[in-house]
C-alpha cells in the first residue's frame, strides 16, 4: 500500500514540476501583447519567446545523463530550484538582452523537468505506462492553460510581477521534488547474453532515431497554436485579449484531457506508435483546414483552431513512452534528453521562423506550410517495428511486457 501511494504521489509531483516548466518555456507567449507595449517588435518577441527553449536545448542530454547516474530527485530539485532563483533575478534584469539571458539561464536550468521521465519507466508496468506518462505529460497543456489564464492579467502593470508568479512556481515544485521523490530501485539486469544486450546503445536501429524525427516534426504545429493563437484571434478575429487568453486556457485543459485519452487508448491495444501515427495525420488535415478558413476569413477558422490546440499536443506522452520503453531503464535519461532536444531545437525555431513567414505572407499560407511537418511525421513512425517487437517477446514469454523495463525494435 505504502508503494502504491508512493508512486502516484510521485506521480503528482512531476505533474507539478511540469506544469511549472511548461507555464515559464512556452506560456511567454501570452505576455506578447505586454511586450509589444514597451515597444518591441514582433519579431524581437519571437525570438525573446525562443529563449528558455535554446536554453534548454542547452543542457538537456547533460540532465539525462545526470538522471541516469544520480536519480530524478537530484536532478528535479536542483534545477527546478536554480530556474526559480534566477527569474527572481530578472526582476532586476535592464533592457530585452539581459531579460533575454535571463531567460536562456532559467530555460537551462528548468530543462532538468523535460530530461525526466525514468520515474514512470520504473514505477508503473507496460499497461498501465502510457497512461501514468499521460498524466505526467498533461501537465504540459495544464501549465499553458494557466499562463493563458493568469499571465495577461498578471502583466497588465507590466512584465516583472508574471516573471516572479513563475520563480514561486519553480521554487515550489523544486520544494515538492526533494521531499517526496523516491528513485525506484530498477532491478539489475540478469547475468550472460542478456545483460550484455540491455547495455547496448539503442540507437544501433533506426526504431528510436524515427521516433525522434517524428515527434521532432510534430512540436512544429503545436507550437505554431500555441504561439499565435492568441495574435491570431485578437489581429485576425478581433478578439479582446483577456477574452482570448481564457478560451485559449480552456482549450489547453482539453489538450492535456487529450493526452490522458490518448495514453488509454495506447495502453488499450498495446500500442504507442499507431495513435502516435493518427494523430500525426488528424494534425496535418487540420492544420490544412485552419489555412483554408483563415484565408476565407471564415468564422470557421475559431473551432478549427480550438480542434488542433487540443489534437496537435495529445501524441506527446505517447511519444516519451515509446522513447523510455526503446530505450530501457540504462538509457533511458539520455534517450529522453535526445528526444526533448531534438523537439526543442524545432521548438526554438518555430516563433520566430513562424514570426517572420506570417509577416510576409499572412497566416493563411504560414499555416498550409506548416501543415507539411505533421505528414511526414506520420510516414517516419516505426509502427512495422513496434508491432514486431511485441510479437517477439509474446512468442518467448519475455515478462519484460508487463514490467518496468525496455521493449527495443
Known sequence: ??????????????????????????????????????????????????CPTVGVMCTLIAWGAAADRW?????????????????????????????????????????????????????????????????????GPMGLALAAATLPALAAGGTRTPLLFLATLFLAAATAALVFVRDPDLEPPPAGPVQ??????????????????????????????????????????????????????????????????????????????????????????????????????????????????VVAVSSNGLSFTAVAEYAGSAWAGRALGIQTTGQNVLTAATPPMLALAIGAVSFAPSFAAVAVFPLLAAMLVPVAAERTAIAGQADQGDPRAETAQDIRP
Not at 101 to 128: D, K, M, N, P, T
Not at 235 to 251: M, Q, S
Not at 292 to 299: N, R
Open 71 to 139: 536519480g530524478e530527485r537530484v536532478v528535479l530539485s536542483t534545477g527546478l530550484g536554480l530556474a526559480g532563483l534566477v527569474l527572481v533575478a530578472a526582476q532586476w534584469a535592464h533592457g530585452p538582452t539581459s531579460l533575454a539571458v535571463c531567460f536562456v539561464v532559467a530555460g537551462a536550468a528548468g530543462g532538468s523537468v523535460l530530461a525526466s521521465g525514468r520515474l514512470i519507466l520504473g514505477w508503473f508496468a507496460r499497461h498501465e505506462r502510457a497512461l501514468a506518462m499521460g498524466l505526467r505529460q498533461s501537465a
Open 196 to 309: 550484455k544486450s540491455a547495455a547496448a546503445s539503442p540507437y544501433r536501429s533506426s526504431g528510436l532515431w524515427r521516433i525522434h524525427a517524428a515527434s521532432a516534426l510534430l512540436v512544429i504545429p503545436q507550437f505554431t497554436i500555441t504561439t499565435f493563437a492568441l495574435v491570431f484571434l485578437t489581429d485576425e478575429r478581433g478578439w479582446a485579449p483577456l477574452a482570448a487568453g481564457h478560451l485559449l486556457a480552456g482549450a489547453q485543459v482539453c489538450g492535456a484531457l487529450s493526452r490522458l485519452g490518448a495514453g488509454y487508448w495506447s495502453d488499450r491495444i498495446n500500442s504507442r506508435l499507431k495513435p502516435m501515427r493518427i494523430i500525426a495525420v488528424t494534425t496535418g488535415v487540420g492544420m490544412l483546414a485552419l489555412a483554408a478558413a483563415a484565408a476565407a476569413s471564415s468564422s470557421l477558422a475559431v473551432p478549427v483552431l480550438l480542434f488542433l490546440a
Open 1 to 50: 500500500m505504502r508503494s502504491e501511494r508512493t508512486r502516484w504521489l510521485i506521480l503528482v509531483v512531476g505533474m507539478l514540476a511540469m506544469i511549472a516548466g511548461s507555464t515559464f518555456q512556452y506560456g511567454l507567449a501570452y505576455l506578447i501583447p505586454a511586450f509589444l507595449d514597451q515597444g518591441l517588435s514582433l519579431e524581437r518577441i519571437g525570438f525573446l519567446v525562443a
